[in-house]
């Protein structure tokens, strides 16, 4: 089986830093909860992560540096992109497939049914192979005309199975294209006259953690643009990557915080808003679900989220928590909630009373809980 080099780049740092850590696949695999026979997989090159969160909690359990996790993460991004683009060859070959398939089988029931139509001819009075009454000395009588009514229908059939096959084929290349282009987005490649600076050549297919560019740059204004409170410095830090990642939940699209081809798209088509509810208006409207403890749940809120509804943390286990009181992926499955749902500041001051409620104590908060009652904590932002 022949490895995208993307993929081999990407395997060939996870096996730099199987090889670092000394332990066997199956030690790792006991460390990082993933099975044996994945994690082969992973490190030859032959099946690549659909979430990076394992992909992280492979590489922290073997030891990896900040720099290599960056590093990691943008490997990664690149060879699901090139899988990607692997998957949307083998859906087109399949297309292309079925429609040779559908132009073969009404040629076949053509050719079926003109034979079926010379059958018929042959069998009514005068036709090929019938007897011929005997007329010797007679004139010889005008030829019958073929019936007008089986040429036209034969003419009609004929019409109708070509626009079946015409049907057919625009049916396959639209769904082909509407799977691979969102709604109201143009072409995604880097044809000439492309005035969206993330497609031109001077981009890369994927920009994702650590880069120090113009185009994370592009991001950056693409985003402000649309309301988020961010940055436009051109590196692509830690707030780069929860602006991205609340981006693509609100536009949904795969939170996979890397801005690839679909993300590019949603930057420029999308009119999707973030907006979100100032820090004044967060502080009140806690206070007012939590009137028992509006101090107390206020200072919680600002010690996981600095009060931004649209604030993501991941975990090392490739979960994430989610906006103000940062609901984590095992409680909104609980709370029957999604990501989308979580960062809507409404909803995530009442999942957080749900939560208090069950014994009327901020026990899901035990370090912002300690910290709240030792001193009065005040907002401060969030490293970029």
Not at 7 to 15: Q, Y
Not at 68 to 90: F, N, P, V
Not at 128 to 151: F, L, N
Request: net charge neutral.
């Amino acid at each position: 089986m022949s490895v995208c080099p993307e993929t081999e780049r990407f395997a060939a740092l996870l096996r730099a830093l199987k090889s670092r850590s000394g332990m066997s696949y199956e030690a790792l695999a006991r460390k990082s909860g993933l099975a044996g026979s994945t994690l082969h997989r992973y490190c030859r090159g032959t099946s690549v992560p659909q979430d990076y969160g394992s992909v992280h909690r492979l590489a922290t359990v073997c030891g990896a540096t900040p720099e290599e996790l960056r590093t990691l993460h943008r490997l990664w991004a690149l060879a699901d992109a090139a899988r990607t683009a692997t998957a949307g060859a083998e859906e087109e070959a399949a297309a292309a497939e079925a429609r040779q398939e559908a132009r073969q089988e009404a040629e076949q029931a053509e050719e079926a049914k003109e034979a079926e139509d010379e059958e018929e001819e042959k069998a009514e009075p005068g036709g090929e192979g019938q007897a011929v009454p005997d007329t010797a000395g007679e004139p010889d009588p005008e030829p019958a005309p073929r019936p007008a009514g089986r040429s036209r229908r034969r003419r009609l059939r004929t019409s109708v199975v070509t626009a079946a096959i015409l049907a057919a084929l625009s049916v396959s290349a639209w769904a082909l294209y509407s799977a691979r282009t969102p709604s109201g987005s143009g072409g995604g490649g880097r044809g000439s006259g492309d005035d969206r600076p993330l497609f031109s050549a001077n981009c890369p297919p994927v920009i994702a953690m650590g880069e120090h560019d113009e185009c994370v740059k592009e991001v950056q204004r693409l985003l402000h643009a649309k309301g988020a409170d961010i940055g436009v410095d051109g590196s692509f830090g830690p707030q780069t990557l929860r602006r991205v990642t609340a981006f693509q939940v609100l536009a949904g699209i795969q939170p996979n915080g890397v801005v690839e081809e679909p993300t590019k798209k949603a930057l420029y088509a999308s009119r999707v808003r973030m907006s979100v509810w100032s820090q004044e208006k967060v502080r009140q409207r806690v206070r007012e679900v939590f009137p028992e403890v509006p101090d107390k749940a206020v200072a919680i809120a600002d010690c996981q989220s600095f009060l931004d509804p649209l604030h993501i943390l991941p975990n090392t286990n490739g979960t994430r928590n989610w906006g103000l009181f940062q609901i984590s992926d095992a409680r909104l499955r609980e709370l029957g909630g999604t990501p989308r749902q979580a960062l809507d500041p409404e909803w995530n001051i009442q999942a957080a009373r749900r939560l208090w409620s069950r014994d009327r104590d901020f026990g899901d908060w035990p370090h912002c809980a300690r910290a709240a009652e030792a001193t009065p904590l005040t907002a401060t932002r969030p490293p970029r």
